[in-house]
């Protein structure tokens, strides 16, 4: 299986319009002007996923007040997003890509290892996308545990 192509610093962001929690459509160009964090990961609310969120949720004040705005994309549908948000009192949008098309431009769908398996699935991995549209930071395969605290550091945040 072949590993998708992965964005580097300088790239210009994939473009994406995906509906949200409640199914509304937001769109990367929604952000242009401002620096926005896009965070794709597995599943909503299992227990890693929990942690990032929750993190991410805990940090909005501070990563909001640098001029970072926060999405999370994974695969499931609204209705389980609107689950997710509303347990865990997130208060960023998550947006919906069943069909990992988004994952996929991103090279956040692919090839991983778990359990020692290679398995196909959602590579975790966080990207910063400046005020131009362009890629200014882009992390695979983080942890969910701690990475915020690691963004935060990397961003002087």
Partial sequence: MPQNPRLEVGDVAPPFSLPDADGNIVNLSDYKGRKVIVYFYPAASTPGCTKQACDFRNNLGELNGAGLDVVGISPDKPAKLTKFRDAEELTFPLLSDPDREVLTAWGAYGEKMMYGKTVKGVIRSTFVVDELGK????????????HVAKLRRDLSV
């Fill in 135 to 146: 890629i200014a930071l882009a992390q695979y395969n983080v942890r969910a545990t701690g």
